[in-house]
């Protein structure tokens, strides 16, 4: 009989028994109900074979059953309810038939009952807490908990034992963090009720080094003040508190004196070292820990730590920063040393722009350039707007105003007199910032003397990471000035010199661009440009950024020629900038472009070059939703975005991600409010149409299997026919600048006695043969039957002995392989020899 079945299984041989026994008595009518529903016929494969009739009627018997329980346990009395709630919790893991059955009957009697004894309740905690606390047994809990919040406070001591006990069970288990944070909140609340000194097991965790201080000193000093901060602490389920919130911590932080305290946990979750998995476990129920990794905080334990971070940085202000900072970067940074933690990297991210302070708007604006997982991009935007708001100015204005400086001086350059020695800082160029010593014989080396390396250690540590700090701003900055060439942005002349020419770091990139200005007198508001390194005349008003796409062709061929007489490299491709035009076919398909559709890229390779042109895109593979790659950036201060539509090519079967993808449309949106929406091409501005383009025609040109020279050297016949097309076809607008510059340079090369432009090509005279380099691709042919010629070169390698006014990794590629070819006498390589006789 199931009665005795149960019965029999509810006993524990403890002072609650004859309750579990009493209940099961007062409600004898519902476990015979129970049991007959255990009986009923069920429908599985068997009943299947009988047909819909079957179905409807196995449906009726059980909803018969399930009508009478429900209509008795709405007509019960409430002692008969308690009963009710108890038989059926009893009853809900019998075995693994019936477990979780009955939990909506539970949930709706003790909504409904009243009256509850601290017995029946810790009957009720005892059984929900016999199983681990996986995604499907916190639930119960939450019942549980329902009946133990109505009662006073004598009931909740006399049940305190069992609160501590289900606490300590929830923060060692594996419950989702949706059910994991409210219930944690509720058992603190009834425990705090008994015993406001008292802090839960599990609350402060027992073994993480970033919670060490919080551990000693509710160990040394527990007291009420401590319990209600911790508490508080660990109260914050979300990524921003609110305002009461930071005003209750504050209060609570004094009044336990943990100023100190709060400082301290921040340092130690930025510095000290993390947990293990092997030795800790893994940070979150869906972990494996078949694998080896590190990580900060548990899953468990994330409100605990988010509200440390809060509390960090509302008692320290700007002694805070560098830790949330560190912070910020070693839980959501590319190359962290832990396995990421995205709540608490935001956390930090968030407290960053509530403090009001400079070095803050440093911290953010680094991070912009270091950190690259979108969540964590888009909060890094919605934090420098609230910074921005709070100053009155744009995000764009405030970023602008807090690249750090470094302390250079404003030509660059930071010295130190260390023992006779002058160690100096340099800004060289746009893209190189040297460490060098001068020695007192006047002799400049950039290998530190061994005097320096043994007489000043950290003077000399701390010089070298002010240089590697420098290059990471050069760098950010060159990005972020380069992506202004879509914005269209105008200054007022004072602020430009303030933040952008003056500046110690950004000056170097500024000085060695294009820029417009508009004079005071100018009553017709025309633009003049000038060159760089040179001061504007007249009295300037306004300052733009040049962009050819404004500028007439006469202006356009000026400036390069001037660039290449005068040999001025750019900090990026400026006057030799590609301009892309809409074109008849994207006027008549109106929203999308296909000037970039049909071709056959390789894939992981695209997918790192959208990574590094700061595009976000999901990553195709065999799962749900990704056989449809699309690729978005914002251009024009964030007010438009291009979305790459791309995706597995047609022959794919490289496993689970796609070795080779096919391109697709091109499309545009605009920004209306938290959204975005749709527009035609039409209606896109001339700069942010060009410059998204010139990026999709980089993904193209550069990942294409088009540009790969040993393709048809693999044996395959996959893509052959694109192959042959692409390789050697038309040139895109990226290949067109790289033919003027060709014009330029080439009268001034040792080999422009054997060079030409014919068309699409570079052909070369050498003794051996002729050779035609495509300007696109790279790829060669040999006349007089354009026989294929393979030459692969060593990666990052140039020819450096010729001037380019831009980086351009292909044209120098192309250069390389001109001497090479001009001087084919002297190839030693019998690779390329065997290729060339083959071809004579």
């Known amino acids: 009989m199931f009665y005795e079945a149960l019965v029999a299984e509810s006993r524990r041989n403890d002072s609650l028994d004859d309750v579990r026994s009493a209940a099961l008595d007062r409600v004898r009518w519902l476990v015979d109900l129970m049991e007959r529903q255990r ?24 909803a018969a059953t399930q009508a009478e329980i429900d209509g008795r346990l709405a007509a019960a009395s409430d002692e008969e309810g308690r009963a009710a709630a108890l038989c059926l919790t009893l009853a809900s893991r019998f075995d693994d038939t019936a477990s979780r059955r009955y939990d909506s009957e539970i949930e709706t009697v003790i909504s409904r009952v009243d009256g509850w004894t601290p017995d029946e309740v810790a009957v009720l905690l005892i059984r929900v807490t016999e199983f681990d606390f996986g995604f499907w047994a916190a639930g119960p809990l939450g019942l549980a908990l329902d009946a133990a919040e109505r009662l006073d406070v004598d009931g909740c001591r006399a049940v305190a034992p069992w609160l501590r006990h289900a606490h300590a069970k929830l923060m060692s288990g594996d419950a989702p963090a949706h059910l994991h944070g409210p219930l944690a909140k509720r058992l603190r609340a009834l425990l705090a009720s008994v015993d406001e000194a008292h802090l839960p097991e599990g609350l402060i965790p027992p073994h993480a080094p970033w919670a060490a ?28 508190p609110s305002q009461r919130w930071r005003r209750t ?74 830790y949330l900072g560190a912070l910020a970067l070693r839980a959501g940074g590319p190359r962290a040393d832990v396995v990421e933690d995205l709540k608490l990297a935001g956390a930090a991210i968030n407290a960053l722009a509530e403090i009001d302070d400079p070095a803050a708007l440093e911290t953010l604006w680094r991070l912009q350039s270091q950190i690259r997982h979108r969540a964590l991009l888009k909060q890094l935007d919605t934090a420098l707007v609230t910074a921005a708001a709070r100053q009155g100015v744009t995000a764009g204005q405030l970023i602008e105003r807090s690249v750090p400086g470094h302390g250079l001086q404003p030509d660059g350059s930071l010295e130190r007199e260390l023992g006779g020695y002058r160690a100096r800082v340099t800004v060289e160029d746009a893209m190189t910032v040297r460490l060098t010593y001068t020695g ?5 080396s950039r290998t530190a003397p061994a005097a320096v390396k043994n007489g000043f250690p950290d003077e000399l540590k701390e010089l070298k990471a002010l ?30 010199c303030r933040y952008y020419r003056d500046h110690p770091v950004t000056g170097t990139l500024v000085r060695g661009l294009i820029w417009e200005y508009r004079n005071v007198e100018d009553a017709d508001g025309e633009w003049r440009a000038t060159a760089p390194m040179a001061e504007p005349p007249g009295e300037p008003e306004r300052v733009r950024l040049w962009h050819p796409i404004r500028a007439t062709a006469d202006d356009i061929r000026t400036w390069r020629e001037r660039l290449v007489a005068e040999q001025l490299r750019q900090p990026f491709k400026q006057a030799f900038r590609e301009i892309y035009l809409l074109t008849p076919a994207e006027e008549e398909t109106g929203v ?62 490289g496993g689970y991600a796609p070795e080779h993808a096919a391109t697709d449309q091109v499309r545009f949106e605009r920004r209306a409010g938290r959204r975005w929406r749709e527009v035609p091409l039409s209606q896109v501005p001339p700069l942010v149409f060009s410059e998204a383009m010139r990026d999709v025609d980089l993904f193209v040109g550069v990942t294409s299997i088009a540009a790969d020279p040993d393709w048809t050297d693999r044996g395959e016949d996959r893509y052959a026919g694109y192959w042959r097309t692409a390789t050697f076809g038309a040139l895109t607008a990226s290949a067109e600048v790289r033919r003027e510059t060709l014009e330029r340079i080439l009268p001034r090369l040792k080999i422009a006695g054997r060079c030409t432009l014919d068309g699409r090509f570079l052909v070369v005279r050498g003794d051996l043969g002729t050779y035609k380099i495509h300007l696109g691709s790279a790829n060669i042919l040999m006349e007089p039957d354009d026989a294929y ?15 380019l006014p831009f980086e351009d990794e292909r044209l120098s590629l192309i250069l390389s392989k001109a001497f ?16 060339i006789k083959r071809g004579a």
């Open 820 to 835: 090479l070819l001009a001087a084919d006498t002297k190839i030693t390589d019998k690779t390329i020899l065997r290729q």
């Open 39 to 62: 009986t009923e016929p069920r429908w599985d494969a068997a009943t299947a074979l009988r047909g819909p009739q079957e179905f409807e009627r196995i449906q009726a018997i059980r």
């Open 213 to 240: 201080a919080l551990r000693d000193r509710a160990n040394t000093v527990p007291t009420p003040e401590l319990a209600d901060f911790v508490r508080h602490l660990g109260g914050l389920s979300g990524p921003r």
């Open 592 to 653: 999308y472009s296909n000037r970039f559709a049909a071709h056959i890229v390789h894939y992981r390779q695209l997918y790192a070059l959208f990574k590094e042109r700061g595009w976000q895109a999901n990553f195709l593979g065999r799962y749900d939703g990704g056989h449809d790659g699309k690729a978005r950036a914002e251009f024009g201060d964030g007010e438009w975005r291009a979305c790459f539509h791309h995706e597995p090519a047609a022959d794919d079967d």
């Open 440 to 444: 007192p014989d006047g002799r400049t």
């Open 789 to 803: 010629l393979c030459i692969v070169s060593a990666p990052g390698k140039g020819d450096g002995r010729v001037f």
């Open 249 to 322: 911590c504050r209060t609570l932080m004094d009044a336990a004196s943990a100023r100190d305290l709060a400082a301290e946990v921040l340092r130690a979750l930025a510095e000290d070292d993390p947990l293990c998995s092997r030795e800790s476990g893994p940070p979150t129920c869906w972990s494996s820990s078949a694998y080896h990794h590190h990580y900060l905080v548990h899953q468990n334990d994330g409100d605990l730590a988010r509200g440390a971070v809060w509390a960090g940085a509302l008692t320290g202000g700007p002694t805070a920063v560098p």
């Open 467 to 496: 240089a590697k700090e420098v290059r990471g701003t050069l760098s950010a900055e060159r990005v972020r000035v380069e992506a202004l060439m879509s914005a269209g942005r105008e200054w007022p002349y004072d602020e430009w």
